[in-house]
């Protein structure tokens, strides 16, 4: 996980903030469902996008994009259009940019 720290005037007021991305694992297999729910703590609440990238960097797609809550927040990763191979979640929030490398089979 990478995790990129908010700009220097905001920094001294953030700098306690920890995001984590808890995949049940981080190689998805052929799915017993075409789901995986992604899991995640805030420090505070805001707004946050989740994108999907292809190893390229190519996006794949926004998968959740809204205003959450401090503490355990969570959103579904969807699947079904998505081919085998490797891919980064980015975790985009107010303060910090958190990405996540996955391989799906």
Known sequence: IRTVPPPAAA???NAAWKA????ATPVLSAPKSMTET???????ESTVTATLYDISGKTVGIVAKEQMQA???????NRNNIVAGMY??????NQHVVS??????
Do not use: D, P
Request: proline share 0%; aromatic share 6%.
């Open 11 to 13: 920094a001294a007021s």
């Open 20 to 23: 984590a991305l808890e995949l």
């Open 38 to 44: 992604v899991s995640f703590s805030l420090a505070q």
């Open 71 to 77: 503490g355990k927040n969570s959103f579904v990763l």
């Open 88 to 93: 980064v979640l980015e975790l985009v929030t």
């Open 100 to 105: 996540h490398k996955l391989t799906i089979q």
